[in-house]
């Protein structure tokens, strides 16, 4: 994986891309035991073309295909890895990846949500697979328990965590 943030480390640099944080399956692997996925889930802040206000995937595909890399449905494969740019969709990610980590991987530098936001975003998506997230970071002792109810009473996720808990954490 080294390789692919060398890759978004020179995207960011090169302005093709603004800052970025590895989130998903994978941001996940940095704070619990590693688990099986097929996808890198970057979130990115896009720069827009000037003058305006859309945001467009366009200029990462041109800079990672003039590389060598290769579209595959939503995904551009980067280094083996199906990799997907998202660009935060709610003030919760938009936290996360202001509030992102440096992480090192094999000298190389990357930023990660924290524990507490991957926790928090997943208990706002509340998918099964979600769900089970949340258990594993709170039986691994992951979640600093002040900072993660700081978020969720910001993000007005604090009754779905009651109900959560009382759903899956009680006896």
Known sequence: MDKIFAVLNQ?????VIGRYAIGGAVGSIFWLEPITTKDLDVFVMLPTAPGGSLLTLGPIYEYLLARGYSPQGQFIIIEGWAVEFVPPGTPLVEEALAQAVARDVNGVSTRVFTAEHLAAICLQVGRPKDHDRVIRFVEAGALDAEFFETILRRHDLWQ???KFQQTYLEP
């Open 160 to 162: 779905k965590w009651q």
């Open 11 to 15: 995207m960011e640099s090169d302005g």
